[in-house]
């Protein structure tokens, strides 16, 4: 699986912004697709993800109520809708496929896509 992250960019607090990630393999619907980030000087920490059927959604706490992700395994995309983002939510996004059932930590990944940089100015 080739994951392909997009649609970072430069936003003011509060504003929104969707992230998309678009999945190459025949195999994508039965991976589950998550988000990471990383902000500078720290680890790359867990944001959300959605099994391979849509069923089950995770969110970390911080960003629970703003943070919206979904799939399309037609179209192979996953995409991640933020809301009332943050200065603190200013990270590398990347776009990330496990082999599990659920996805929350960044030892369950099998593939990671490169990341898409999102700056929130206070």
């Known amino acids: 699986v080739q994951l392909q992250a997009s649609g970072g960019g430069l936003v003011q607090a509060g504003d929104s912004l969707r992230l998309s990630c678009a999945a190459s393999g025949r195999t994508f619907s039965s991976y589950t697709m998550g988000w990471f980030r990383q902000a500078p000087g720290k680890e790359r920490e867990f944001v959300a993800a959605?099994?391979?059927?849509?069923?089950?959604?995770d969110y970390a706490d911080s960003v629970k109520g703003r943070f919206t992700i979904s799939r399309d395994n037609d179209k192979n995309t996953v995409l991640l809708q933020m809301n009332s983002l943050k200065p603190e939510d200013t990270a590398v996004y990347y776009c990330?496929?496990?082999?599990?059932?659920?996805?929350?930590?960044?030892?369950?990944?099998?593939?990671w896509g490169k990341g898409t940089l999102v700056t929130v100015s206070s």
């Open positions: 990330a496929a496990a082999r599990t059932n659920y996805l929350s930590d960044k030892d369950q990944v099998n593939y």
């Open positions: 959605i099994a391979w059927r849509g069923g089950r959604f």
